[in-house]
Each structure stands twice: as C-alpha cells, then as structure tokens.
C-alpha cells in the first residue's frame, strides 16, 4: 500500500504493547524505533510536542500520540482485518469505558505497589487487586472481553501482564490466587502470536524496575 | 427515531454534563434531564447506572447506560449519524480530535480546579497552567471558525463548556483568560451563537456562586 509507518517506542511500556499487538493483529509492517527516555530524540520531541510520550505512531509522516487512540486510528485505517473495535455503538462505547478505565485506574496502581512500603503498600496492593476482580466480573465466562474474538479492550489490558511478575514480587502477592479467571484469559491472549511476540518477558520487565528503584532510591 | 428512551443525569454546573446536552441538542434529540444532587445526596438510581465511577454525566439510552462524558459525545454520533455530524469523517483528522479532547480531560480541569481551590504559588502555577493549555488549544484552532473547521464538532463541544467556569477562574485567580487568548473567546462568542451551546451552558455568575458555597464549604477561604 506504500504505506510508511514507524513506532516510536520503549520496551518496557504496556502503552507501547498495545500498539504492537494492534499493528500485529492488522498484518502491518513497521519500523520499530527504541526511545530512550532518559535522552528523548528530537523525533520524539517533533512528533508529540505537548506530552513529549512514547509511544508514537507515526504514519506516512503523521503523528498519532496516545495508546488508546492510536490503536482506534489503527483499527480505522487497516479496516478489512482483524476488527478490534465492536460494529455496534452501544458495545463500542462500553469497550471504550472499560479501556478508559484501565487507563485511569491500573497504571497508577500498579506503580503504587512497587514503589511504596508498609500500609501505603497493602492499601494499594487491594485497590490493584479490586480493579483486576472488577474486570475479570466484566469478562464473565466470554473467551475475550470483545467476545469470541479478541478486541480493543483485551488489547488494552494484556499488555499489563508483562508488569505482572514485577508487581507480584515486589507486593509479595498472587495476582492468579485472587483472579484465575483473568490468568486464564492472559493464557489465552497469549496463544495469540501478535500478543507473544509484542510483550516482553516478564523477568525482564522486573529486572528494569529494580534498576529504576535502585535509580531513584525506592528500595 | 421513534420509542427511543434517552434521559440524562447531569448536574447543572458540570462543564462533563454540558458536552453530552450540547451534542443531543445538535442532533435534535428530546431527553428527560434528571438533576444528580453531587453536594448532598447522589441518587440510587446515579449509583445502579454508574456503579464503577459514580459519576455525572450519565447517558441512558433505551435504559442502556453510557458513562464518561466524551465516550457518550462519540455514542451519540454514531447512534444519531444522520444529522450534525460532530467527529470528522477522516481517520487522522478524528485521532487529531480525540488527541485534544483527552489533552482538554487531562489538563484543563485539574489546572482549573486548582485555580479555585488554592491560593499563592500554587494558585499561580495553576492559572499560568492553565492558560499555556488555552494557547495551546488557540493555536490548534488556528484561523479556523471552529476546531472542527468549517462546521462546530466534537473538540468544540468538548471545550465550550468550560467558558462557563472562566469567570470563576477569573475572580479567583484575579486575572483575564480573553486578555491572554482574545482568539479563543471570539471562538467562544461564536459558539455561543449556536442555541445548542447557549441552551446548554450554565450561567458564569450561578457558577461563581456556586463554587462560593464550595469553598465555604469544604474551609477553603
């Protein structure tokens, strides 16, 4: 299609992941480009100005910032495969508010439970605990959260079980003890090849937090 | 569309609120407006139909319940397609105006907020906060007469309604958001023009006065 399209990104990022798996999913080739958030490149700084964030999808020159949005435009443009987003309105709109809700919720929670200790810890370790049940009551006995297939909102939240093992250890806790409906759903995603191959090992992801805890004395 | 049901439940004062009235007056759709009482007393039913957030705007359509203010904005789009179109058409140019819709959710109410609900530096970071955010947006908007260009669409909904808070933020922070971004008020005068928008949006003064109780309130004087 003489399509060009570049992702700007950083391996560890489950806003990043998302993308990955949305471009995967769709067959689109890329060119990946690792940022290095610590020395942003100029790129970076051209092509998302207002938030200077990876990941950035970048299309024909074209700069689409924001995971959720970018993987809406990516479902829009490359249309004749892999529908991620429901056809019908009302199912469009809660697969958006259950997106949403991740990003409102899971992240800053998540980063609660590896960054603090003692009570501010156990306090976060339930809320994470209480969002993760809450979407598993969402999934109920459906295969993925868009259905029979894999959809918008499985693609927003797989891409935080590579923090999982991270948050786990560091929380000292059993995400699958409280949710082994969720783990059996991200065993499922992870049968898919666009999800195994966009998502880093998790013992990897956990090896970067404790350089950043190290890096900024959370320890 | 005959037998459709839409109530909304809404609290007057809520710039959220008035994006989802905005957009349901440019389709034409009648609705039951169903007054949330937020400083008292949140109703069971607000609770049954938002149980995750608990929050206004609340659209519910057929008894469906749609939450989240620009999530419910894009529903009524699509469910009401064949009249006022609010999101552009092409895919970039409707990525560009979710981009700014979420930069208007992540920035302008906290800033704003915090204009009212502080004071000293605090207070003035967040005006000057908040009026890099407006000249950001101005310079989005461009020459254009509307963020949607030619025709008022979703960023333009999704902003408007926060020139109702501008006076608060004004009085309290003392200083003036036209003297800073005179383009955006007149982009402002010009959506007022618009019965959607003036119908929709709450009176400045009954806002300030408003937030007064608040303060007094919650003992921040």
Not at chain 1, 172 to 195: G, H, Q, T, Y
Not at chain 2, 27 to 53: A, C, Q, T, W
Not at chain 2, 116 to 132: D, F, H, M, N, Y
Request: proline share 5%; charged share 30%.
């Amino acid at each position: 299609m003489g399509d060009e399209v570049i992702l700007l990104d950083f391996w560890p990022s489950m806003f990043g992941m998302r993308l990955r798996v949305a471009l995967a999913e769709k067959g689109v080739n890329y060119e990946y480009k690792e940022e290095d958030l610590s020395n942003k490149s100029a790129l970076l700084l051209k092509m998302n100005p207002v938030h200077k964030k990876i990941p950035v999808l970048i299309h024909n020159g074209k700069p689409v910032c924001e995971s959720l949005i970018a993987v809406q435009y990516i479902d829009e443009v490359w249309k004749d495969k892999a529908p991620l987003l429901p056809s019908d309105p009302y199912q469009r709109a809660q697969a958006r508010f259950w997106a949403d809700y991740v990003d409102k919720k899971l992240y800053t929670l998540g980063s609660k439970v590896w960054q603090t200790k003692g009570e501010e810890q156990e306090a976060s370790k339930k809320e994470f605990l209480d969002c993760l049940k809450l979407l598993e009551g969402e999934l109920g006995d459906k295969p993925y959260f868009g259905g029979e297939t894999f959809g918008f909102v499985d693609v927003s939240l797989i891409t935080f079980y590579s923090w999982f093992y991270a948050y786990e250890t560091f929380g000292n806790f059993s995400i699958e003890a409280d949710c082994p409906k969720l783990i059996e759903w991200v065993k499922r995603c992870m049968e898919k090849e666009s999800v195994s191959k966009s998502i880093p090992d998790p013992h990897k992801v956990y090896e970067f937090v404790l350089q950043l805890k190290k890096k900024f004395g959370i320890e | 569309m005959g037998g459709s049901e839409v109530i909304l439940l809404d609290f007057w004062a809520s710039m959220f609120g008035m994006r989802v009235r905005i957009a349901l007056a440019e389709k034409g759709i009648e609705y039951e407006f169903k007054e949330e009482d937020l400083v008292d007393n949140r109703s069971p039913f607000l609770l049954k139909m938002n149980p995750v957030h608990k929050k206004i705007p609340v659209l519910i359509h057929n008894g469906n319940p749609v939450c989240e203010s620009l999530i419910a904005v894009q529903y009524i789009d699509e469910v009401w397609k064949g009249k006022a179109p609010l999101l552009p058409s092409d895919p970039y140019q409707r990525a560009q105006a979710r981009f700014w819709g979420d930069f208007i959710d992540k920035k302008v109410y906290d800033h704003g907020a915090k204009i009212w609900k502080t004071k000293g530096a605090e207070q003035e970071e967040s005006k000057k906060g908040l009026i890099e955010c407006l000249k950001l947006l101005e310079g989005e908007l461009g020459d254009k007469p509307y963020f949607g260009g030619e025709s008022f669409g979703y960023l333009d909904i999704a902003l408007v309604p926060f020139y109702s808070w501008f006076y608060t933020y004004e009085t309290f922070g003392k200083f003036s958001i036209e003297a800073e971004c005179p383009t955006l008020i007149g982009w402002v005068k010009r959506c007022m023009d618009k019965e959607s928008v003036s119908k929709s949006l709450a009176d400045p003064h009954k806002v300030h006065d408003l937030v007064l109780i608040l303060k007094k309130k919650h003992g921040l004087e």
